[in-house]
C-alpha cells in the first residue's frame, strides 16, 4: 500500500517481515477480530451486562493481530512458489528472496507466541477452544490446491472468534455463539469471493483452485446467497441471546451495507474489487456497534 508507514517509517530491516505479517493491511486483522467483537456484544446482551468486556475486545484486538500476522506467514511459507506465478503476490518477502524460509518461521513461531500469552488470559475452556482453531489454520493454505472452495475452510478459521467471544464470559458454547459464527463463516465465503476476484487470470494459470473461479458467471448470486445467509444467522444469534431492537437495527444496517456490495459487483474492475471487499471492515463494525448498544440499551432500563 502506498504511503503506508510500514514503507516510510519502519526500519529497513523490519519492512519485509511486517509485510509478511500484512501490517500494511489492517483489514486482515479487522475481519478476524470482528467475529469476536460481535460475539461479545452478543454475550454483554445475554448476560445482562452494559456492555461487552473491554479486557476482552483489547486481548482478541492484540491476537487478532498477532494471529493474523503468524497465519499469514504460514501461508507465505507453503505458497511461496505459487506466489511466484500469481502477478499480485510475487513481490511478497518470501518469493522475491527478501526474507528466507527459516527467518520466516522463525517470525511467525515469535507471532504464535505472542498469540498465545493473549490466550493463557482467558478461562481454560477458551483456551482449549483457541488452541482447536490451529488444526483448521494448518490445514488452509493446503486447500486452494484441493477443493473449490478454500474460502469456505478460510472462513472456520476466520470466524473462530465468533466462539471465544461467548465463551471467554460463559465458560461453554450456547446457540448463539454457533449461530454467530455460521454466520461469520458465510460473511467470509462471500467477503473473499469478491477478494478472489482480482485473481482469476492468474488462478487458472497457476491452477489454483478459488470460489470465484468456481461460481463463475453465478458469482454475483453466490455471493449475495452467503451475504443473505449471513444476516438470517447473526438474526439468529440475536434473537436467541435476547437482543433487542437496536440490535437489530445493526443488523439491518449491516443487511444494507452486504446489498450495497452486491450491487457493485457486477463487471467490478481489480480495484474496484479490491475496495469493495475492504469496506467489509465497516460492515462489520455496524453489526458490532448494534450489539454493543443494544446491551448498554438494554441495561439502562
Known sequence: MSGHWVDTRAPQATRPFLKLARMERPIGWWLLLLPCWWAAGLAAIAAGHPYPDPWHCLLFLIGAIAMRGAGCTFNDIIDRKLDAQVARTRGRPLPSGQVTVRAAALFMVGLSLIGLVVLLQFNAFTIAAGIASLVIVAIYPFMKRITNLPQFVLGLAFSWGGLLGWSAVFGRLDAPAFLIYAAAVVWT????????????????????????????????????????LAVVLAGLAAWTAGGGPIAFAGLAAFAGHLGWQVSRIKGATSPVALAIFRS??????????????DALARSAF
Open 280 to 293: 467489509n471492515q465497516n460492515a462489520g463494525l455496524l453489526l458490532a456497534t448494534g450489539f454493543a448498544l
Open 189 to 228: 465465503v462471500g467477503y473473499d469471493t469478491i477478494y478472489a476476484l482480482q485473481d482469476i487470470e492468474d488462478d487458472v494459470i497457476a491452477g489454483i483452485k478459488s470460489s470465484a473461479r468456481y461460481f463463475g458467471d453465478h458469482g454475483r448470486e453466490a455471493i449475495a446467497l452467503c451475504f443473505a
